[in-house]
C-alpha cells in the first residue's frame, strides 16, 4: 500500500527549529531575570570574601559539572544497555466499542501513490453512513455474544465510494501484531490493506504490509518496502519459511520498453527502487497455501494474522491460521485471554511455539537489512477501489466484468483504470463483500531487559 505522503517533509523540521529558538530566547531571558536578583547577594559575598570568591566559584563549579556528568553517563548507561528481549507483554487490545479509539479517522482522498478510486471519511460520517460500527453476535468458537467491529463503503452519486482509514495512534519501534479477523473485504476492483508505516518518513522508516489483497487474490503475501540497502538475498534460509519469494517477470526492458518474459528472479530486495523488480515492489514473500487470503479465508469463518518484527534477534516473521481452529493452543489462548482487567490471567504469546513462519525476514546485525530501515511506524487499517494497483490489473484479473464495463482511451484501447472505476461506479451487489468483520487486534512488546552479556559480575 503506498502511504498518504511519499515525500520528505520539512514542516516538523522547521516546527523544530522554532520551538528551539523560542526556547533559547525564553531561556535567556529567564537567566538576566536571575542575574539581577542576585547582583546584590554576590556583591556581599565579595566584600565579605574577596580573595577566597574565585576560587570557591572554581571548585564549585568543578565539583557540579562532575556531579552532573557522572549523574548523566548513569542515566545514559543504564537505558541504552536495556533491551526489548524479555517475555512479551500486552500493550494493546483492540477490541468491540474501545477499538476505534486507538486509530484516528483520515478525512480525504486516497493517496497520489495509490489513486484509488474512493474518498476516506471522518468517524462522524462513517458512523452516520454506517460503515463503521460495532455489532454482538455470537461467535462461531464459544458460543458466546461477542461484539465485533465492521468496516464497509458507500456509494455516492460522483462516483469514488466513502470509505475508512484508520491510522493508529501510537507509534512501534517492534512488536508483536496479531489481527483476528472473521470477514476481509474481498472481490474485483477492491483492495483492502492490513498495514504498518510512518507516511511522513516514507521510505525512510519502512512499511510492512500484514495483510493485502487486490482483485479477489487467495493467496497471502507479506510485503517490506524501504529505503536503499534492504536486501534479502542469502540471509533468508529457505528453511526458515514455508512460502517462498514472489517471482518476478515481464519487467520492460529498460531500451526497448518490451517487457522481458525470459528473466525472472525472486522479490527478495526491499528497497522500493530494486533494479529488476516492479517499482515499489519491495520484498515479498508469499504463502505456500492459495486459501490464505480474500474469499477462502472468509467461507472458513475467518483467520488470524500475526506478524513478529522483532529486531533484537534479527527477524520479521508472518502467520496466517485458517480455519481459527487451526491455531497453535498458545495463540488462541493469548487471543482469548488479551481483554482480561486481571494481567496475571492472560497467557504469554509464544511465537517458537507456533510453527514455522510462512514468511521470513533477516534484520539487524550481520544482515543485509539494518534494524533501522524500521523505526517509528503505526498501524493503518483501509478499504480502497481500484486504483494504481488494482485499477492496473482489473482487465487481467477480472477479465468477465472488463469486457462489460469497458472503457477505452484515446487510442481505442481499453484502460483498465477507468474500466474499473466504471464498474465502481454501478454499485454492484459484489460490492456488500468489501467489509471488514474484526474480533480484534491485539499488539504486544518485549519487555526491557539488560542482556546477560552486558551484566558484570562481581568477583
Not at 469497458?406 to 481499453?414: A, E, P, Y
Request: charged content about 25%; some cysteine.
Amino acid at each position: 500500500m503506498s502511504p498518504r505522503n511519499q515525500s520528505y517533509s520539512s514542516i516538523e523540521e522547521s516546527s523544530n527549529v522554532l520551538d528551539e529558538s523560542h526556547h533559547h530566547h525564553a531561556q535567556k531571558s529567564s537567566m538576566k531575570k536571575m542575574q539581577l536578583k542576585s547582583d546584590s547577594s554576590i556583591s556581599d559575598l565579595d566584600n565579605a570574601l574577596p580573595w577566597k570568591w574565585p576560587f570557591f566559584v572554581a571548585i564549585a563549579g568543578a565539583g557540579l559539572i562532575l556531579i552532573g556528568k557522572n549523574v548523566l553517563h548513569s542515566i545514559l548507561d543504564k537505558s541504552s544497555s536495556l533491551k526489548p528481549i524479555g517475555p512479551y507483554r500486552l500493550v494493546e487490545a483492540q477490541e468491540g466499542h474501545n477499538f476505534f479509539s486507538y486509530y484516528d479517522f483520515f478525512d480525504g482522498p486516497d493517496s497520489i501513490g495509490s489513486a484509488g478510486y474512493n474518498m476516506y471519511v471522518s468517524k462522524e460520517k462513517a458512523m452516520d453512513l454506517d460503515i463503521a460500527k460495532v455489532i454482538t453476535e455470537e461467535d462461531p468458537l464459544s458460543g458466546d455474544p461477542v461484539d465485533f467491529v465492521q468496516m464497509s463503503s458507500a456509494p455516492t452519486g460522483k462516483g469514488p465510494r466513502d470509505s475508512i482509514r484508520l491510522e493508529g495512534k501510537r507509534r512501534f519501534d517492534h512488536g508483536l501484531f496479531i489481527l483476528d479477523v472473521r470477514h476481509q473485504p474481498d472481490g474485483c476492483g477492491v483492495w483492502p490493506a492490513f498495514w504498518l508505516t510512518d507516511e511522513a518518513a516514507w521510505p525512510r522508516n519502512g512499511e510492512v504490509d500484514i495483510l493485502e489483497g487486490v482483485n479477489g487474490q487467495t493467496v497471502a503475501k507479506t510485503a517490506l518496502h524501504t529505503s536503499d540497502k534492504c536486501d534479502m538475498y542469502a540471509h533468508v534460509s529457505p528453511r526458515s519459511m514455508t512460502g517462498d519469494w514472489e517471482w518476478v517477470t515481464g519487467i520492460p526492458n529498460q531500451f526497448t520498453g518490451e517487457p522481458d518474459f525470459k528473466t525472472a528472479k525472486p522479490a527478495d530486495n526491499c528497497w522500493v527502487m530494486a533494479q529488476h523488480q516492479w517499482g515499489n515492489e519491495g520484498c515479498t514473500a508469499v504463502h505456500d497455501r492459495n486459501d490464505t487470503l480474500g474469499a477462502p479465508v472468509n467461507d472458513n469463518g475467518g483467520g488470524v494474522y500475526a506478524l513478529e518484527w522483532d529486531p533484537e534477534n534479527k527477524a520479521i516473521k508472518s502467520w496466517v491460521f485458517s480455519p481459527i481452529q487451526d491455531m497453535p493452543e498458545n495463540l488462541i489462548g493469548t487471543i482469548e485471554t488479551a481483554g482480561l482487567e486481571d494481567v496475571s490471567k492472560q497467557v504469554t504469546p509464544n511465537p517458537h511455539s507456533w510453527g514455522t513462519p510462512y514468511a521470513m525476514f533477516a534484520i539487524g546485525e550481520d544482515t543485509g537489512c539494518s534494524a533501522s530501515h524500521f523505526k517509528n511506524m503505526r498501524l493503518v487499517f483501509n478499504l480502497a477501489f481500484c486504483g494504481n494497483v488494482s485499477g492496473n490489473r482489473f482487465t487481467r484479473e477480472c477479465p468477465v466484468l472488463a469486457e462489460k464495463f469497458n472503457v477505452t482511451n484515446k487510442k481505442g484501447l481499453n484502460d483498465p483504470v477507468w474500466t474499473c472505476n466504471a464498474y465502481i461506479e454501478s454499485d454492484p451487489e459484489a460490492l456488500n463483500e468489501a467489509y471488514w468483520k474484526i474480533r480484534g487486534v491485539y499488539v504486544y512488546e518485549r519487555e526491557l531487559r539488560k542482556p546477560k552479556n552486558d551484566i558484570k559480575v562481581e568477583k
